[in-house]
């Protein structure tokens, strides 16, 4: 949650024992965009992730 709001994507309040979420100041399109930019550079990651050979196998 502490990501989202720190994007500006959400906001919080605490009241009493319960956190209520709203939709940040920020517009949908900001929304999408950041979370367009995040699933790219996961992506990116799993596709250098992929780039690593893959252990060999040793009969015992």
């Known amino acids: 949650m502490h990501v989202l709001e ?7 309040e605490k009241v009493e024992r319960v956190r209520h979420c709203r939709l940040g100041p920020r517009q ?3 929304a999408a965009e950041w979370i367009a930019a995040c699933r790219r550079s996961l992506e ?4 250098r992730l992929g780039e690593f050979p893959e252990p060999t196998k040793e009969s015992a």
């Open 44 to 47: 990116d990651r799993l596709d």
């Open 6 to 12: 720190a994007a500006g994507l959400v906001t919080t």
């Open 28 to 30: 949908l399109n900001d």
